[in-house]
């Protein structure tokens, strides 16, 4: 039986979470997750907060508390609100915890043996006034490559390069804001990926279905020759390097972070039978599938996978959906810059339903996408709200008032021989196909479809004139548009689990069970129908608006 372990890249414990990050990594790995659980596959999504690094270092002391304390913070901050969203993980666990400490010196100590971790001298980056060594972003000057006067040590927020900071022009130290920056002796211990480029080479080969916004930028990366990268630093803040002769030193973040999806695995099932690595990470029959952004790259497509291949601890991943990235009126999200939106005061306002619909078809799958309020307010009024909350509304409403106490199925024409089921049941294909290919735009315009479908159906039919007049014809109207309103339930799981939850509520019990609807979903409709032929299709909760429209005077004053 394939299993699928989905990961989705640790969100950074330094700051708020914003749309980007949940439309372009956290959003579509949960869709994904959700669907193929409804489906009947055995998966685990996993992830969980990054908490090592020099950026948290440095916020933590300009906010004037403990390193764990601050990384606890935004831990707790960032889980809140997922479980807004309704982005709901297996395991959620944090780098900075003792677990995943040791599940990473394992790694190290693996890769050590094997000879994949060496010593080498190197020049680092020193203040002269202060004294300090300036790995990664206690450093920042001019980029070399496109001119960005705050690029970091560690890479450029503009052009994405992963930095040499004996290269940065004009460097300003971060600590003192002293220019007298020299280079001097010192070393570190690297991972030799150079090693390993013949096996990374053939099992890259087999990848050539990964996204073209992938695939062909690892293999270009790949082509040039894979750089040896330094994974110690001298911090006062991380996993301390298990070498005598490295005292002083910690690990680098970008080695220990990837290792946090199997410690995380690990504590997942921390106390039962399942072995987190027989069972899943080396399990032959796991599909691994990394959500990543595009920054995310060349971490997940080449440095883990080579620590994986060498080190024997995890198979190598199958599946890398990177997406591009999400920006705000078009530029990028940026808090320092007043670029942002407050994520968790949005949900407040517009509720799951709304913010998960919008965001989910702003999902940037191949090119930058952009997040405009007004474009809430189109999408969210126009779309779900007159497409789908307006049908549901109108059917039932017309449905109870009509018919309190249901209609049964006899005289009534069978739905599920009727072509509009049969049309239904071709878009619950392609949405759940398009899924599966990680295409959640096509997935949601395969849903919208389903729902304008069921709309003419009702539209064309008029069950509110037929009904004075021919009253057979209006009630297989209604009788199918109920039927309808079911499956969209049935279908908006994956993607809006609130909308379907409160569909599936107006339903008999037998329908709401998740045994049932999880059926339903797989198109199997055996045990709709005989539910259907034995007992009468009732309404048993008062029928209200389910999608709520958006003020456009709201919309006014958040865009002023």
């Known amino acids: 039986m394939s299993k699928y372990l989905v990961t989705a890249a640790l969100p950074y414990g330094n700051g708020p979470l914003h749309f980007g990050h949940l439309a372009g990594v956290y959003l579509p790995a949960d869709i994904f997750s959700k669907h193929m659980r409804l489906m009947g596959e055995e998966i685990i999504y996993i992830s969980g907060s990054d908490e090592h690094g020099v950026a948290i270092m440095q916020n933590a002391q300009k906010a004037g508390i403990g390193y764990k304390e601050y990384v606890d913070k935004w831990h707790h901050e960032h889980k809140a609100l997922f479980d807004k969203y309704e982005i709901e993980f297996d395991f959620f666990g944090q780098t900075s915890a003792e677990y995943h400490k040791e599940e990473t010196l394992i790694w190290f100590n693996k890769l050590y043996e094997k000879g994949a971790i060496e010593k080498h001298d190197e020049k680092q980056l020193q203040c002269q006034s202060c004294k300090n060594l300036l790995p990664d972003r206690f450093v920042e000057g001019t980029c070399y490559e496109c001119g960005h006067d705050k690029a970091r040590g560690d890479e450029c927020p503009k052009c994405g390069i992963w930095v040499d900071p004996l290269k940065l022009k004009n460097p300003v130290c971060k600590f003192c804001d002293a220019k007298d920056i020299k280079a001097i002796d010192s070393f570190q211990w690297y991972l030799m990926l150079s090693k390993y480029q013949e096996g990374f080479d053939k099992w890259l080969a087999g990848k050539s279905h990964w996204k073209k916004t992938v695939y062909p930028y690892v293999k270009s990366l790949a082509s040039e020759g894979l750089v040896n990268r330094a994974i110690t630093r001298d911090l006062d803040w991380g996993i301390d390097v298990p070498l005598k002769e490295a005292e002083g030193k910690k690990l680098y973040v970008w080695f220990d972070a990837p290792i946090g999806y199997v410690s995380n695995t690990k504590k997942l099932f921390e106390g039962t039978d399942t072995d987190y690595l027989e069972d899943w990470w080396l399990n032959k029959d796991t599909t691994l599938v990394h959500f990543i952004g595009k920054d995310n790259i060349i971490f997940h497509s080449i440095?883990?996978?080579?620590?994986?291949?060498?080190?024997?601890?995890?198979?190598?991943?199958?599946?890398?959906?990177?997406?591009?990235?999400?920006?705000?009126?078009?530029?990028?999200?940026?808090?320092?810059?007043?670029?942002?939106?407050?994520?968790?005061?949005?949900?407040?306002?517009?509720?799951?339903?709304?913010?998960?619909?919008?965001?989910?078809?702003?999902?940037?799958?191949?090119?930058?996408?952009?997040?405009?309020?007004?474009?809430?307010?189109?999408?969210?009024?126009?779309?779900?709200?007159?497409?789908?909350?307006?049908?549901?509304?109108?059917?039932?409403?017309?449905?109870?008032?009509?018919?309190?106490?249901?209609?049964?199925?006899?005289?009534?024409?069978?739905?599920?021989?009727?072509?509009?089921?049969?049309?239904?049941?071709?878009?619950?294909?392609?949405?759940?196909?398009?899924?599966?290919?990680?295409?959640?735009?096509?997935?949601?315009?395969?849903?919208?479809?389903?729902?304008?479908?069921?709309?003419?159906?009702?539209?064309?039919?008029?069950?509110?004139?037929?009904?004075k007049v021919d009253i057979p014809h209006a009630q297989e109207t209604l009788y199918h548009s109920v039927v309808i309103v079911y499956l969209l339930g049935v279908h908006f799981s994956s993607l809006l689990p609130n909308l379907s939850r409160t569909i599936r509520s107006h339903f008999a019990d037998e329908l709401q069970s998740k045994e049932f609807y999880e059926r339903v979903y797989r198109g199997d409709l055996s045990e709709l129908q005989s539910f259907l032929s034995n007992n009468p299709l009732k309404i048993f909760k008062k029928p209200e608006g389910l999608v709520p429209k958006i003020d456009p005077e709201i919309i006014k004053k958040l865009e002023s």
């Not at 009727?418 to 599966?436: A, G, I, N, V």
């Open 303 to 467: 440095i883990f996978p080579v620590m994986s291949m060498v080190s024997e601890r995890a198979r190598m991943v199958d599946d890398l959906p990177a997406n591009q990235y999400l920006n705000l009126s078009g530029a990028q999200f940026s808090k320092s810059s007043g670029n942002s939106v407050d994520a968790m005061s949005a949900i407040e306002d517009f509720g799951s339903d709304a913010m998960r619909f919008y965001l989910a078809s702003l999902i940037p799958e191949m090119q930058d996408s952009n997040f405009t309020w007004n474009g809430l307010e189109v999408k969210i009024n126009n779309e779900l709200a007159n497409n789908i909350g307006n049908f549901i509304n109108r059917c039932l409403k017309f449905y109870v008032k009509n018919y309190p106490e249901g209609l049964p199925d006899n005289d009534i024409p069978s739905f599920f021989k009727s072509s509009t089921c049969k049309e239904l049941e071709e878009l619950r294909l392609l949405y759940q196909d398009s899924l599966k290919k990680y295409q959640f735009k096509k997935a949601i315009e395969a849903q919208m479809k389903m729902g304008f479908l069921a709309n003419q159906f009702f539209s064309d039919r008029e069950p509110w004139a037929k009904i």
